[in-house]
């Protein structure tokens, strides 16, 4: 699976001008299934977003993990992560997992995350979503777990 991570002050989705996700402090998660991905990569991804450690402790250091920091989770399904661009201008999308496939293990590891924190707020798989965020640092990384 392969994650872009956010570490934001806050962050909404919306669809069809809409709110249907929103968080104060905390990761904006944005997803994209792979093929080859697994119940197994789902879990492990939840176990990486709720174990990484890129909050400020008390000395401003990046020491905490969302649990830790308090903050909540908003994840949104996002295949454009696959996009394959060695071939010309046009990207291509054949390494994002077809979209059943893709839409189960997005629900997986809302599912899963949902289990094990609080807030957790997601995005509308296959919808036209307009995504709003502060992030903070800035700090963006990206993960992929296999």
């Known amino acids: ?9 806050m962050a909404r989705v919306e669809v069809g001008g809409r709110g249907i996700g929103a968080i104060g402090p905390g990761l904006l998660v944005l997803i994209c299934a792979e093929p080859a991905d697994t119940e197994a990569q789902a879990a492990r991804l939840v176990d990486k977003l709720l174990k990484l450690r890129i909050f400020a402790d008390d000395r401003g250091r990046m020491n905490l993990d969302v649990v830790a920091a ?4 908003l994840l949104v399904p996002q295949f454009t992560l696959a996009a394959d661009t060695s071939g010309g201008n046009r990207p291509g999308f054949s390494g994002a997992a077809p979209p059943d496939q893709g ?3 997005f629900d997986t590891v809302l599912r899963l995350a949902r289990s094990r924190h609080a807030p957790v707020e997601s995005g509308d ?3 036209d979503m307009q995504v709003h965020l502060i992030n903070d640092g800035p700090v963006t990384i990206p993960l ?3």
């Open 1 to 9: 699976m392969i994650a872009l991570v956010q570490r934001v002050a």
């Open 70 to 73: 308090g903050g909540g989770l």
């Open 103 to 105: 839409r189960a293990l």
């Open 125 to 127: 798989f296959g919808a």
């Open 144 to 146: 992929t777990v296999r």
